[in-house]
């Protein structure tokens, strides 16, 4: 029974999370440069089973497309062609990266750690999906 990890893709760095392995609890796991992200994913996937990728889907608020959902749409199909044997699932990421500002705040982020929280929102914007993934399923 393998982990769940999700994917908060940037044109620049790209959150990931992961669940434990009996897929109760999102983790925030790590934030890497969107370049190395296969590197990475199949250096952890050697390491730790994964059954299902999980890859926030960009909307506007009135549900119309934005300026990553292509490459969001991109990068799914290079997922499903690269990892077969997994699943691939889009969930909705409207207000993710306000939800993470607003959890690090409420955990007592320092007002100059925010302001460093270009790693730590893109993990926690990760989580905050992948937990939304959780609760439909």
């Given amino acids: 029974m393998g982990r769940i ?80 044997e997994k699943t691939v699932e889009l969930v909705d990421e409207r207000f993710t990266s306000k939800m993470a500002m607003q959890s690090m705040i409420t955990m007592g982020s320092k007002k100059k750690d925010r302001k460093e929280k270009a790693g730590n929102l893109d993990k926690i914007s990760a989580a905050i999906i992948l937990q939304t993934y959780l609760e439909k399923i």
């Fill in 5 to 84: 990890i999700a994917i908060d893709l940037g044109t620049k760095r790209t959150g990931l999370a992961v669940t434990d392995p009996l897929k109760l609890l999102a983790n925030p796991l790590e934030t890497i440069p969107t370049h190395t992200l296969f590197t990475y994913l199949t250096a952890y996937f050697e390491k730790e089973p994964v059954d299902t990728i999980v890859l926030g889907y960009p909307k506007s608020l009135d549900g119309t497309a934005t300026q990553m959902t292509p490459h969001v749409l991109q990068l799914q199909k290079k997922l499903v062609k690269t990892y077969p």
